[in-house]
């Protein structure tokens, strides 16, 4: 196999070109139409629309913040088996893997596994946790067949979505019941004990639709880790519309994983299985009001429930001691919501609305008590449009957040969309977001049951305040018919003040060890540029790439060093597909520069991973079968760098056959 060279651009430059030359190669022969570039009519016509970056169905050229739309077709053709991975087909975001079943993602920087400063929807029903922070991915009863669609909005929006909403949004929105009619049936096998197959159906009872959805999932983690994890999902919903102006939609998810839990941080933790359940209940009713607008009611209902019970190896400090540990805890969330969306001026749209969270957490070994702890959120929130006349439009909003943690908080944006042409759009905006802390930073109580020498606690150090970002951006957006191009790009500049991380102080209460504590430690700028390109050069092919170079600087006060410039200075992201009229065919190229380590252990080396899928279907009056191969980091076999790439080069089969 020839070495991969070590300069980036040579190694995407050949990668390109390979899966380029292959798929204009076999297009050659494909039909004239197939081969034509689209008009400018269908080219702008293909311009998405976005629901998550004020509320207000807009156009990407008429929303306030950068945003990336990963549909359905680069979903299927990514051939990824993760929802974390998903992401990698978006400009500027990082994933990370800790182990097999834990995985991370940022935008722009990657401070730690827990992701706190990402707001991560379904359905616009928040999932991150109240205990710690950051997405449980693997626990999330949700499966890659039931996405219709991310909205990815590259930026903070805060002003939107509030709190967590600080680096970036993400907007999982799944298929309504309605296109998901039928059934269906999808298995992927192969390397790495990766085994997964769900059975899907959907239906329709009158003005009801409704689709179930049951899977299982496993996989046998990293080599040389006790990581392996076994999942069971299930997932219910019902659309029903019950007259002309009302729809009403309930959602229910369940999800049970195994996972395997090793020791190789921590020398006293012997391998053992931990069980985690998670659940939740989702109701949204939508209320046309004629000229008057629309009302949307929100009501969701989270569980997470993570059972860990072991006994330690031999601690040395303890004379061979072995002690029970029980690191069980439960997380449940409440939200409430509503919305009203109205158009009062006919160059004015405005949606605003107000919300009301509980979050409730009960963690003996983490708090020292087996009382619950409570965080409750308020909010009010305001997002309009208008149009100063054809070619320019203001967004401009602000969210009120009220939380028992942090106190109040005002959030707003100011952003102006000039359109030059139909074709070409300039944006400037700027913005300010906070983060509140999460429970296990505001309040924490970790301690082992007896005193260890030289053991490390992590106490409650006092109140702590929100982080805060202000953020500038200059975004053009540019069509270009006549070549099969659209292009996105933008200038950015993030001013972040007071992030939380952790510190050490010596022994001054009576603790043993060393005694850690969450606090307002570091600041740090972030400034680059950002491309996203699309380049159709045919019907039924597809380059999309996404670039970004930065420059982060930080204070690094915490214990970790580098805490606060943990990202990489370039990204690039290349993704290839062609549908040749039932076989498919895609190429992934996903490159990051070294990331600083949170250590003084050195920088994480560059990132390179390859991923290609074919796929042959077979269309019927009503069914359809399909056959795919996948083959992810084909490059790179080597044992060491599997965890820099998340995984080993490693080759699956995927089957399925739906019928309707």
Not at 378 to 385: K, M, Y
Not at 579 to 600: P, R
């Given at each position: 196999?020839?070495?991969?060279?070590?300069?980036?651009?040579?190694?995407?430059?050949?990668?390109?070109?390979?899966?380029?030359?292959?798929?204009?190669?076999?297009?050659?022969?494909?039909?004239?139409?197939?081969?034509?570039?689209?008009?400018?009519?269908?080219?702008?016509?293909?311009?998405?629309?976005?629901?998550?970056?004020?509320?207000?169905?807009?156009?990407?050229?008429?929303?306030?913040?950068?945003?990336?739309?990963?549909?359905?077709?680069?979903?299927?053709?990514?051939?990824?088996?993760?929802?974390?991975?998903l992401?990698?087909?978006?400009?500027?975001?990082?994933?990370?893997?800790?182990?097999?079943?834990?995985?991370a993602?940022?935008?722009?920087?990657?401070?730690?596994?827990?992701?706190?400063?990402?707001?991560?929807?379904?359905?616009?029903?928040?999932?991150?946790?109240?205990?710690?922070?950051?997405?449980?991915?693997?626990?999330l009863?949700?499966?890659?067949?039931?996405?219709?669609?991310?909205?990815v909005?590259?930026?903070?929006?805060?002003?939107?979505?509030?709190?967590?909403?600080?680096?970036?949004?993400?907007?999982?929105?799944?298929?309504?019941?309605?296109?998901?009619?039928?059934?269906?049936?999808?298995?992927?096998?192969?390397?790495?004990?990766?085994?997964?197959?769900?059975?899907?159906?959907?239906?329709?009872?009158?003005?009801?639709?409704?689709?179930a959805?049951?899977?299982?999932?496993?996989?046998?983690?990293f080599?040389?880790?006790?990581?392996?994890k076994?999942?069971?999902?299930?997932?219910?919903?019902?659309?029903?519309?019950?007259?002309?102006?009302?729809?009403?939609?309930?959602?229910?998810?369940?999800?049970?994983?195994?996972?395997?839990?090793?020791?190789?941080?921590?020398?006293?933790?012997?391998?053992?299985?931990?069980?985690?359940?998670t659940?939740?209940?989702?109701?949204?009713?939508?209320?046309?009001l004629?000229?008057?607008?629309?009302?949307?009611?929100?009501?969701?209902?989270?569980?997470?429930?993570?059972?860990?019970?072991?006994?330690?190896?031999?601690?040395?400090?303890?004379?061979?001691?072995?002690?029970?540990?029980?690191?069980?805890?439960?997380?449940?969330?409440?939200?409430?919501?509503?919305?009203?969306?109205?158009?009062?001026?006919?160059?004015?749209?405005?949606?605003?609305?107000?919300?009301?969270r509980?979050?409730?957490?009960?963690?003996?070994?983490?708090?020292?008590?087996?009382?619950?702890?409570?965080?409750r959120?308020?909010?009010?929130?305001?997002?309009?449009?208008y149009?100063?006349?054809?070619?320019?439009?203001?967004?401009?909003?602000?969210?009120?957040?009220?939380?028992?943690?942090?106190?109040?908080?005002?959030?707003?944006?100011?952003?102006?969309?000039?359109?030059?042409s139909?074709?070409?759009?300039?944006?400037?905006?700027?913005?300010?977001?906070?983060?509140?802390?999460?429970?296990?930073?505001?309040?924490?109580?970790?301690?082992?049951?007896?005193?260890?020498?030289?053991?490390?606690?992590?106490?409650?150090?006092?109140?702590?305040?929100?982080?805060?970002m202000?953020?500038?951006?200059?975004?053009?957006?540019?069509?270009?018919?006549?070549?099969?191009?659209?292009?996105?790009?933008?200038?950015?500049?993030?001013?972040?003040?007071?992030?939380?991380?952790?510190?050490?102080?010596?022994?001054?209460?009576?603790?043993?060890?060393?005694?850690?504590?969450?606090?307002?430690?570091?600041?740090?700028?972030?400034?680059?540029?950002?491309?996203?390109?699309?380049?159709?050069?045919?019907?039924?092919?597809?380059?999309?790439?996404?670039?970004?170079?930065?420059?982060?600087?930080?204070?690094?006060?915490?214990?970790?060093?580098?805490y606060?410039?943990?990202?990489?200075?370039?990204?690039?992201?290349?993704?290839?597909?062609?549908?040749?009229?039932?076989?498919?065919?895609?190429?992934?190229?996903?490159?990051?520069?070294?990331?600083?380590?949170?250590?003084?252990?050195?920088?994480?080396?560059?990132?390179?991973r390859?991923?290609?899928r074919?796929?042959?279907?077979?269309?019927?009056?009503?069914?359809?079968?399909?056959?795919?191969?996948?083959?992810?980091?084909?490059?790179?076999?080597?044992?060491?760098?599997?965890?820099?790439?998340?995984?080993?080069?490693?080759?699956?089969?995927?089957?399925?056959?739906?019928?309707?």
């Open positions: 196999m020839p070495a991969i060279p070590t300069v980036p651009v040579a190694f995407a430059v050949r990668t390109g070109l390979l899966a380029t030359a292959m798929l204009f190669g076999a297009a050659a022969h494909a039909q004239e139409a197939d081969d034509a570039l689209l008009s400018e009519d269908a080219f702008l016509d293909e311009v998405p629309v976005v629901l998550s970056a004020t509320r207000l169905s807009q156009s990407v050229a008429d929303a306030p913040v950068a945003t990336t739309i990963i549909d359905r077709q680069m979903i299927e053709a990514s051939g990824f088996t993760e929802i974390p991975d992401l990698r087909l978006a400009p500027g975001f990082i994933v990370n893997y800790e182990n097999g079943h834990t995985q993602v940022g935008y722009h920087m990657l401070n730690d596994r827990f992701s706190r400063r990402m707001q991560v929807l379904i359905d616009g029903r928040s999932v991150y946790t109240p205990a710690v922070g950051g997405v449980p991915w693997t626990d009863p949700l499966t890659i067949d039931n996405i219709e669609r991310i909205e909005i590259r930026g903070p929006n805060a002003v939107t979505y509030g709190s967590n909403s600080f680096m970036a949004v993400i907007n999982i929105i799944t298929r309504p019941a309605a296109l998901a009619q039928g059934s269906r049936v999808s298995v992927n096998a192969g390397g790495n004990g990766l085994a997964e197959a769900f059975v899907h159906h959907g239906g329709n009872r009158g003005r009801l639709d409704y689709r959805t049951v899977g299982y999932r496993q996989d046998d983690g080599d040389e880790r006790f990581d392996a076994r999942v069971r999902i299930a997932t219910l919903r019902g659309d029903y519309s019950p007259g002309s102006d009302d729809n009403l939609s309930l959602q229910l998810g369940f999800n049970k994983t195994t996972r395997g839990k090793d020791g190789i941080f921590d020398d006293y933790i012997p391998n053992h299985s931990a069980t985690s359940y659940q939740f209940q989702q109701l949204t009713w939508e209320h046309a004629g000229s008057a607008g629309e009302l949307r009611l929100q009501v969701y209902h989270n569980l997470t429930k993570d059972l860990n019970t072991y006994v330690s190896d031999p601690i040395g400090a303890l004379g061979g001691a072995r002690l029970p540990f029980d690191e069980r805890s439960d997380a449940e969330r409440y939200d409430f919501e509503l919305q009203h969306t109205v158009s009062p001026l006919r160059p004015l749209r405005l949606v605003w609305g107000l919300g009301a509980r979050d409730e957490v009960t963690a003996p070994l983490f708090f020292s008590t087996a009382n619950t702890r409570n965080n959120v308020q909010r009010l929130f305001v997002n309009g449009e149009s100063l006349d054809d070619r320019t439009l203001i967004n401009a909003g602000v969210m009120y957040e009220h939380n028992d943690i942090s106190g109040s908080h005002t959030s707003p944006r100011l952003a102006v969309n000039h359109h030059f139909r074709a070409h759009t300039l944006r400037l905006s700027v913005s300010r977001a906070y983060r509140m802390p999460v429970l296990f930073e505001d309040m924490p109580d970790y301690r082992f049951p007896v005193a260890i020498p030289n053991n490390a606690v992590l106490v409650d150090n006092g109140e702590l305040d929100a982080e805060q202000t953020a500038w951006e200059i975004g053009y957006l540019g069509s270009f018919p006549e070549h099969g191009l659209s292009l996105d790009a933008k200038l950015y500049y993030n001013d972040i003040n007071d992030l939380i991380s952790l510190d050490s102080r010596p022994d001054a209460s009576g603790l043993t060890g060393t005694v850690l504590f969450f606090d307002n430690l570091d600041d740090v700028t972030i400034k680059g540029v950002e491309l996203a390109a699309r380049y159709r050069y045919a019907r039924h092919g597809r380059l999309q790439l996404g670039y970004t170079h930065q420059d982060l600087f930080g204070t690094d006060r915490s214990i970790y060093g580098t606060s410039i943990a990202g990489p200075s370039d990204m690039l992201k290349l993704f290839l597909m062609h549908d040749f009229g039932g076989l498919d065919a895609s190429v992934g190229y996903y490159y990051l520069s070294n990331i600083k380590e949170f250590s003084t252990s050195g920088d994480r080396p560059d990132q390179h390859v991923d290609v074919l796929a042959r279907s077979w269309k019927r009056a009503h069914s359809r079968t399909t056959l795919a191969l996948v083959v992810q980091n084909l490059f790179d076999e080597n044992q060491e760098t599997e965890l820099r790439n998340n995984i080993d080069r490693r080759i699956h089969a995927s089957f399925a056959f739906s019928y309707r």
